[in-house]
């Protein structure tokens, strides 16, 4: 997807996470974040579906993780596109402050929050 037609803007994030699904777990390495979403890299015997719902944890520190509701947006060789459906508040702080650190327009992060909160579901 171009960046032109994203919603949200991306910011690159280097690390692992750890994503379950119904009947398995996976250590994934997190290559961005967004607002709205994450791209993982997979594990190459994951086995997942775009109809399961994920949990994402991505811990920063010792005692602070973002916690992520997901669904499948797409996947391609080992890597795939993940839809944010919930989040906790705590973690939507250190989401917010991650992308505001990487974003170079903080009024662009104020926009895409409000187009989150006015999202039909």
């Not at 803007?9 to 398995?24: C, I, K, P």
């Not at 290559?31 to 719902?53: H, K, Y």
């Not at 797409?74 to 505001?100: I, K, N, P, Q, T």
Request: one cysteine or more; aromatic letters at 6%.
């Amino acid at each position: 997807m171009d960046q032109e037609r994203r919603h949200f803007t991306r910011v690159s994030f280097q690390g692992d996470a750890y994503l379950e699904w119904h009947g398995g777990s996976a250590t994934v390495g997190v290559r961005d974040l967004s607002l709205n979403g994450a791209l993982l890299s997979l594990p190459p015997d994951w086995d997942g579906s775009d109809r399961e719902i994920y949990h994402l944890t991505i811990p920063l520190a010792d005692d602070i993780s973002i916690h992520m509701q997901l669904t499948l947006a797409h996947h391609r060789g080992g890597v795939a596109g993940f839809h944010c459906h919930r989040l906790d508040l705590d973690s939507m702080s250190h989401l917010r402050r991650l992308v505001e650190l990487n974003m170079q327009d903080p009024s662009l992060l104020r926009r895409q929050l409000a187009d989150l909160i006015h999202e039909t579901p």
